[in-house]
């Protein structure tokens, strides 16, 4: 079964306005984080945020916020006044522990969201 | 420089030929990471190593080796390439010393296209 599933293979928006890219997580640990990392056509990985599953607060980093919502376990990313610029493809990730101890993780990401910002 | 290097950038090879991908980091991470990614797939987990001596299978590990030669190179081989492993590989890294959120520093990727 899929544990990040993005369920828009494509995005629209108009320059200056906002976006949420949608993110579900399955997951029965306790402890886990979550990662929103875009990828523009030249192809390299940026992380843009990161949200642990015990933070209180929804995380922000400029123009991205992620929309947590435990209970649903979904991690949204909102993209505020959208710039052509943001017109990249988006994958959401969460972190998984592996073996024991708990000090070892891995990533699983998502299939990715394919943003298009119009002018 | 980056911190994250992968070589080759670009890769033409043919079925049956060996290739390795080669991945070297400056940031004096522990743990190091092969993914590889297909349109429409997102990226998958072939190799992981959390230090020299602790190396794993991740979800897509056949048809795939790898070596940690040294904490800061992680080198991924396909002894015999074949077309359906054309994609984008990615290496990628995390400190386990630092404040740890798992975080992934990623190279600039290695395109491969098996003819």
């Known amino acids: 079964a899929q544990k990040i599933t993005q369920t828009q293979p494509g995005m629209f928006v108009q320059e200056k306005e906002a976006v949420t890219l949608d993110c579900t997580y399955d997951?029965?640990?306790?402890?886990?984080?979550l990662f929103w990392y875009k990828q523009p056509s030249s192809g390299e990985m940026i992380f843009l945020i990161y949200?642990?599953?015990?933070?209180?607060q929804n995380a922000t980093e400029g123009r991205y916020s992620l929309n947590f919502q435990k209970a649903r376990k979904s991690a949204n990313l909102v993209i505020s006044a959208s710039q052509l610029g943001d017109s990249a493809m988006y994958f959401c990730?969460?972190?998984?522990?592996?073996?024991?101890?708990?000090?070892?993780?891995?990533?699983?990401f998502g299939k990715g969201t394919l943003l298009t910002v119009n002018p | 420089d980056a911190d994250v290097t992968q070589t080759p950038r670009n890769r033409i090879t043919k079925t049956g030929k060996r290739i390795m991908l080669e991945c070297s980091q400056t940031?004096?991470?522990?743990?190091m990471y092969w993914y590889r990614q297909d349109p429409g797939l997102g990226l998958q987990l072939i190799y992981y190593?959390?230090?020299?001596?602790?190396?794993n299978k991740g979800e897509i590990s056949d048809g795939y080796s790898v070596s940690r030669q040294a904490q800061a190179k992680f080198s991924l081989s396909l002894e015999s390439a074949i077309p359906n492993q054309t994609a984008l590989y990615f290496c990628?890294?995390?400190?386990?010393?630092?404040?740890?959120?798992?975080?992934?520093?990623f190279g600039e990727g290695s395109r491969l296209t098996v003819l």
């Open positions: 990628a890294t995390s400190d386990s010393t630092a404040r740890d959120t798992g975080e992934l520093f």
């Open positions: 997951t029965s640990d306790p402890s886990y984080g």
């Open positions: 949200q642990g599953s015990y933070d209180q």
């Open positions: 990730a969460m972190r998984e522990g592996i073996g024991s101890g708990g000090s070892n993780y891995k990533l699983t």
């Open positions: 940031k004096g991470h522990d743990r």
């Open positions: 190593s959390f230090d020299v001596k602790d190396i």
